[in-house]
T-cell receptor, first 112, second 115 residues
């Protein structure tokens, strides 16, 4: 069974601080996605990384796919209260292109 | 262009009743995925359907659960004889192609509570 572990599970920091969320697996994925989910809503795709070592930036968010395609990180610079939410990483396995494996999520809270 | 629609948004059922959850994909999307999410957890894949076909149901319990995506109308996730452990948020996603590496667009979910 392929699993994606996210850390930390919960993170509460002050506005303006930086943070990094990690997504790790012992399995290799063909691509990896990051989603943000707000209470009462469905996940919204933030980014897809496809190439090992790839780095993508989305304003203050930086996403990196590990060289071995087993892990990824999300770094947020100068966090804002609007960044509050549940961040989910999700991997597409080589063995089955029809389903996405989701991590358990990181609940992020930014205090004003 | 309307997004993925799910209804009802909230559903309360007593143990033993049936629950029917509906999902209308985005216009032009012919692939539908159903996921289940327990509180403070990630989403768990249940089933992948194309019009009139179940492509992958490996994540769906063998008993009491069924899904369909008819030629006309929304996709339906049906849970018979619900139990308390079925209480969860059920999300539907759709995509214009069959590979999840393309974007999957999620609906707002149906929150099922079994009393």
């Amino acid at each position: 069974t392929q699993l994606l572990e996210q850390s930390p599970q919960f993170l509460s920091i002050q506005e303006g601080e930086n943070l990094t969320v990690y997504c790790n697996s012992s399995s290799v994925f063909s691509s990896l996605q990051w989603y943000r989910q707000e209470p009462g809503e469905g996940p919204v795709l933030l980014v897809t990384v496809v190439t090992g070592g790839e780095v993508k930036k989305l304003k203050r968010l930086t996403f990196q796919f590990g060289d071995a395609r087993k892990d990824s990180s999300l770094h947020i610079t100068a966090a804002q209260p609007g960044d509050t939410g549940l961040y989910l990483c999700a991997g597409v396995p080589y063995s089955s292109a029809s389903k996405i494996i989701f991590g358990s999520g990181t609940r992020l809270s930014i205090r004003p | 262009n309307a997004g993925v629609m799910q209804n009802p948004r909230h559903l309360v059922r007593r143990r033993g009743q049936e629950a029917r959850l509906r999902c209308s994909p985005m216009k032009g999307h012919s692939h539908v995925y159903w996921y289940r999410q327990l509180p403070e957890e990630g989403l768990k894949f249940m089933v992948y359907l194309q019009k009139e076909n179940i492509i992958d149901e490996s994540g769906m319990p063998k008993e009491r659960f069924s899904a369909e995506f008819p030629k006309e109308g929304p996709s339906i996730l049906r849970i018979q004889q619900v139990v308390r452990g079925d209480s969860a948020a059920y999300f539907c996603a759709s995509s214009p192609t069959g590979t999840p590496s393309s974007e999957q667009y999620f609906g707002p979910g149906t929150r099922l509570t079994v009393t």
